[in-house]
């Protein structure tokens, strides 16, 4: 059996947190760039039909300044 990534839980960061870093104004657009950009980083956590997500702040990060650095 595969064991999943270990996390710091204090690392996780829910979908309002992950709108803000990104700079958007509504937390929606979220699933918006998950759909849109196939390297948008995947939930750490999702369940409940992907109504409730988590994820890593540092993987939200490193995305937000690759697509910085290549805009």
């Known amino acids: ?5 270990l996390v710091d839980l204090d690392d996780l960061i829910d ?9 958007l ?20 956590i999702e369940f409940a039909e992907g109504k409730c997500r988590a ?3 540092e993987d939200i990060e490193r995305w937000h300044e690759r697509r910085e650095e290549h805009a």
């Open 55 to 57: 994820w890593v702040r």
């Open 1 to 5: 059996m595969a064991m999943g990534r």
């Open 25 to 44: 104004a509504h937390k929606n657009s979220v699933t918006t760039y998950m759909r849109r950009y196939d390297d948008f980083p995947v939930p750490a």
């Open 15 to 23: 979908v309002g947190e992950v709108a803000a870093l990104l700079g």
